[in-house]
Every structure is written in C-alpha cells, then in structure tokens.
C-alpha cells in the first residue's frame, strides 16, 4: 500500500514537485528494493502498456491515490478520462478533478510568457502556485474510437502541455495505439 511504502522509505510526493509513489521495485542481482515513482515534473509524460488483464487500470487507480493523497487542490488539478473498466470513476468526487483544459493551457501560455515561459520558472520567479494538472486516460483506443476528432488536439495538449505544468498518464493496449 501507498501509505505504507511512504512510512517504509520515509518520504511521499507533496508540493508542486509531481513525483507520484506508485509501487516498490525488486533488485535481485543488487539484493535491494526501492521505491518506483513516476517522475511527473522531471520526466513528463507517462504511457502505460499492456493487454487486457495486465494491471493497467490498477496502476493508474495508483497513480491517482498517490496525487491526491499528497497535493492539496492548490497543488494539482485531475482530469480523469475512463475508457475501459471505468475502476478510476471511483476519484470522480475529488476537488482535483476539473475540466476546460485547453483553455487552461492557453491561459497559461500567457501567464508565464514574462516568467521564462515554462510552469517551473513561472513558479520560481513569481513566487504564486498554480495547480499542476494530470489528465489520466484509460484505454487510449476508446478515447480515439470515440473522439476520432479529438486526437489532433490531444496530440498538442500532451506534447506541448509538459511545458506548462500539463501532464499525461496514458494506458493503451499496444505500442501502435498512440501516434
């Protein structure tokens, strides 16, 4: 469990730094365990492979606890898009779960062109906290089936978001799925 990872390694993901604790990893060779974390704010975005059945929608239930357990509304907002077994409606009621999201991008853009142009120099240079946003999508192909118009816009919202404070954690089945 999440909480009692964060007590075994004493640390946890707070703040504007998205750093989400999603599950402990096993080192044989180096007989060592560690803490396996999605490095959101470091790394940008995140794409979960995998078949039906392997784990996918339980990863991101994960992922999700971890964000919102440890990042106030101020910290972060969520977008929660549920193609497949609709297990994530369980974080429908969570102040962090919103939606207008291109509007906040462009909002942002805006915003933080006399900062540096970017959500970490934005922060660092303004001294004002603005919520990170994670859109999690379940099942990528659902989404595109359905919203075959959408998938331009979701094309520049994941490749240009990261720059604003805008990540996304996406499932598919295979690696073809996503363009």
């Not at 994960?62 to 974080?91: Q, R």
């Not at 962090?96 to 970017?118: C, H, I, P, T, W």
Request: with cysteine; aromatic share 14%.
């Amino acid at each position: 469990y999440i909480d009692s990872l964060e007590s075994k390694y004493g640390t946890l993901s707070h703040g504007v730094y998205l750093e989400p604790i999603v599950g402990e990893y096993d080192d044989p060779f180096n007989q060592k365990q560690g803490l396996l974390t999605v490095p959101l704010s470091r790394e940008g975005n995140c794409l979960i492979y995998g078949s039906a059945g392997n784990g996918k929608a339980t990863f991101l239930t994960t992922l999700c606890y971890s964000l919102i357990k440890n990042h106030t509304a101020e910290e972060l907002n969520m977008y929660i898009l549920d193609f497949g077994s609709e297990t994530l409606k369980v974080f429908e009621t969570a102040p962090q779960v919103f939606k207008m999201l291109q509007a906040e991008m462009n909002e942002r853009r805006s915003l933080f062109s006399d900062y540096g142009g970017d959500y970490a120099s934005y922060y660092r240079n303004s001294g004002t906290v603005i919520p990170n946003i994670v859109v999690v999508l379940n099942d990528f192909s659902g989404f595109a089936e359905q919203y075959e118009d959408f998938q331009d816009d979701f094309t520049v919202l994941s490749r240009d978001g990261v720059k604003y404070g805008i990540y996304f954690a996406v499932s598919a089945t295979g690696t073809n799925a996503i363009r």
